[in-house]
């Protein structure tokens, strides 16, 4: 009888085990195509684990396109092994890094630079104005590199394409592994980007009509020119995404069901 009683528990344990395990799966790493590949790569790639099904979720679209990507902080070359084999054939990938650490390869163009200077940008993507479907920031994660970087290549999007910042979690830091961050501190680049989400929205912010303790436009010009094309923006634990694209119509509907 106690047997049974004890063999009926760990039964209901492995079971309650089994299902833990596939919700924090779906929870986490729902579809694991990118973490497969991640797992059998031949060079050293580093990320948290959750990016991988944020990934499937904004870059899927991409698979099967020969999409062109500009990556920050390539470093040892494995996280851009990684998106070769994940979106496939006639991928091409210009990777930026401070210090050479990898080789080139037919998929890889690296390019020695410092992301948070403008002369860098300038010249050596001058002639890519539209270039790429994807721009990934996994660079030094110092939000003033982080905002000279999407300053600087968000002009180098195609229209449709997808800006990806990931450890943005060094918006909270200051002074411990970057300088330049800290619990709304303006200059982090998640403040800079919840400004990003007046110009999204800057139909309505320009004039803020009844709220708020200041009145005219709230939006800088400058910015509003700079992200005129912005759909939509997404924030995640540690990642930000910006989908760019002409604006969306912003046009009332209604539908009166006639009477019978
Ligand atoms: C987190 S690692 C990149 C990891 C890689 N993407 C991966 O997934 O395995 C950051 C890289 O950014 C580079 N880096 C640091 N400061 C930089 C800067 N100012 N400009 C460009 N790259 C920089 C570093 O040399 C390093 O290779």
Redesign the pocket.
């Known amino acids: 009888m106690i047997k049974e009683i004890f063999d009926n528990l760990l039964a209901t344990k492995a079971r309650h085990d089994a299902e833990a395990a596939e919700q924090v799966k779906e929870a986490t790493n729902g579809n694991t195509v990118l973490k497969e590949i991640f797992d059998n790569l031949t060079l050293?790639?580093?990320?948290f684990e959750h990016y991988f099904e944020l990934c499937e979720r904004h870059l899927k679209k991409y698979v099967g396109r020969s999409p062109r990507i500009l990556?920050?902080?390539?470093?040892?070359g494995?996280?851009a092994e990684m998106w070769r084999k994940y979106f496939g054939e006639g991928t091409s990938i210009h990777g930026?890094?401070?210090?050479p650490?990898c080789a080139e390869t037919d998929y890889l163009k690296i390019h020695i630079?410092?992301?948070?200077s403008h002369a860098f940008w300038d010249l050596n993507f001058r002639d890519k104005r539209e270039f790429f479907d994807i721009v990934m920031d996994?660079?030094?994660h110092?939000n003033s590199?982080q905002i000279v970087s999407l300053l600087c290549t968000y002009g180098l999007l195609k229209d449709g394409g997808t800006y990806w910042c990931e450890d943005t979690h060094t918006s909270y830091y200051f002074n411990a592994r970057v300088s330049d961050g800290g619990y709304k501190n303006p200059h982090s680049f998640t403040e800079f980007c919840k400004d990003v989400i007046d110009v999204m929205s800057s139909k309505h912010t320009r004039y803020a009509i009844g709220v708020g303790p200041i009145d005219g436009p709230r939006v800088p010009p400058a910015l509003i020119s700079q992200f005129d094309k912005i759909q939509g923006m997404h924030f995640y634990d540690s990642v930000i995404v910006i989908e760019k694209g002409p604006r969306l119509k912003f046009e009332r509907v209604i539908h009166r069901p006639s009477k019978r």
């Open positions: 050293q790639c580093d990320k990556e920050i902080g390539c470093q040892y494995g996280s930026v890094d401070i210090a650490q630079g410092d992301q948070g996994d660079g030094s110092e590199h």
